[in-house]
Every structure is written in structure tokens, then in C-alpha cells.
């Protein structure tokens, strides 16, 4: 299975991709945005990754190779607000026959904003800075949740902790393989 954690900036995808990551050792973690930053060492960078085709194909190739070699359980801690990215990414997934969670983590606009700005610059990424999280308030989208499709499993990361989201999420993964089996 594959369980995409979905949602804006500060969500909490990170927190609840380690968590889930300490309940199944044995799964990976998998991190696209290591793609995009990839990608930029060989084309030039642009104002978001996610809008080069390479980086949504090579989201679903590594995905595809890393489950079928690697991991029974990939958990995909990723951003995928733009309506058609999201389709078009969970959709190839989907048509290669993969089980996909789609979770997509929701809060309050002002509680995101609390939790970007709270995030320090790394160390010698010059990326990591002011500007980075200026471009991570300027995608905050209030309305993300309200478009996300059928079967997602919707969870309010401002009001459950790391240990609630992570057993709604191994449950509804349970549900969903017994279901299938």
C-alpha cells in the first residue's frame, strides 16, 4: 500500500510520516521533494518543481520501483494542492495497479502560518531561508480540503496529536486492505 500524506505547508506530514515510520519499521519513506531539488541541479530551477512534468513522472516511476523492490508499505509525505498534479500523480499510481490511502491533513489557516513561521532555516541552505517560507505562506489554501476526492480520509491535524492522526491512518489502511482482501 501506499499512504500519501497529503496537505499544506506546516500540516504535518513530516511529524506523522516519522510516526507512522516508528509503528512500521519495515515501510519507507519516501520524499519527492528529493526529486525536485534533483531535478533543479539539471534544468533550470523554476518558482515550484512540482510544475516541471519530469519531476510529477519521476514522483511515479520512483514510487512504482521503490514499492515493487523495496516496500510493502510506502509512506509519501507530499504536498499535492494543485487539483490536476494530485490526479494526475495518485492516478498513475492507481492505474498501475497500486493501493493507495490518500490522506490529506487539514488545519486552520492560522495555526499553519504559526507552524511555518516557527520553522528555523537549515543550516548552510541558503533555500531553507526567508524567502522559502514566504513562498510556502503564499500557497496556503484554505479551501484545499473541500477539493480533495472521494475516499480521502480527511483528518485535523490541529486538533489530534502525532499518535491520534497515526492510529486513524493505520486504521482506515487496515479497513481498506480488508476490504480489498
Given at each position: 500500500?501506499?499512504?500519501?500524506?497529503?496537505?499544506?505547508?506546516?500540516?504535518?506530514?513530516?511529524?506523522?510520516?516519522?510516526?507512522?515510520?516508528?509503528r512500521?519499521?519495515?515501510?519507507?519513506?519516501?520524499?519527492?521533494?528529493?526529486l525536485?531539488?534533483?531535478?533543479?541541479?539539471?534544468?533550470?530551477?523554476?518558482?515550484?518543481?512540482q510544475?516541471l512534468p519530469?519531476?510529477?513522472?519521476?514522483?511515479?516511476a520512483?514510487?512504482?520501483?521503490?514499492?515493487r523492490?523495496h516496500a510493502?508499505?510506502?509512506?509519501?509525505?507530499?504536498?499535492?494542492?494543485?487539483?490536476a498534479?494530485?490526479?494526475?500523480?495518485?492516478?498513475?499510481?492507481?492505474?498501475?495497479?497500486?493501493?493507495?490511502?490518500?490522506?490529506?491533513?487539514?488545519?486552520?489557516?492560522?495555526?499553519?502560518?504559526?507552524?511555518?513561521?516557527?520553522?528555523?532555516?537549515i543550516?548552510?541552505?541558503?533555500?531553507?531561508?526567508?524567502?522559502?517560507?514566504?513562498?510556502?505562506?503564499?500557497?496556503?489554501?484554505?479551501?484545499?480540503a473541500?477539493?480533495q476526492?472521494?475516499?480521502?480520509l480527511v483528518?485535523?491535524?490541529?486538533?489530534?496529536?502525532?499518535?491520534?492522526?497515526?492510529?486513524?491512518?493505520?486504521?482506515?489502511?487496515?479497513?481498506?486492505?480488508?476490504?480489498?482482501?
Amino acid at each position: 500500500m501506499i499512504i500519501w500524506l497529503n496537505g499544506g505547508f506546516g500540516a504535518g506530514k513530516t511529524t506523522l510520516a516519522q510516526e507512522l515510520h516508528r509503528r512500521l519499521p519495515t515501510a519507507v519513506v519516501y520524499d519527492p521533494e528529493d526529486l525536485g531539488i534533483t531535478l533543479w541541479k539539471w534544468v533550470p530551477p523554476n518558482d515550484d518543481f512540482q510544475d516541471l512534468p519530469s519531476w510529477r513522472e519521476l514522483v511515479v516511476a520512483t514510487a512504482l520501483s521503490l514499492r515493487r523492490h523495496h516496500a510493502e508499505t510506502l509512506i509519501v509525505p507530499m504536498s499535492l494542492l494543485r487539483d490536476a498534479y494530485r490526479a494526475e500523480i495518485l492516478g498513475g499510481l492507481a492505474d498501475a495497479g497500486e493501493e493507495i490511502l490518500h490522506v490529506f491533513l487539514e488545519a486552520d489557516a492560522d495555526v499553519l502560518k504559526k507552524r511555518i513561521t516557527a520553522r528555523a532555516p537549515i543550516p548552510g541552505n541558503p533555500q531553507s531561508g526567508s524567502s522559502a517560507l514566504e513562498w510556502a505562506l503564499s500557497r496556503l489554501d484554505p479551501a484545499a480540503a473541500a477539493r480533495q476526492p472521494a475516499g480521502t480520509l480527511v483528518l485535523r491535524s490541529d486538533r489530534l496529536t502525532p499518535a491520534e492522526l497515526a492510529d486513524a491512518v493505520l486504521a482506515a489502511s487496515h479497513q481498506r486492505i480488508n476490504s480489498d482482501g
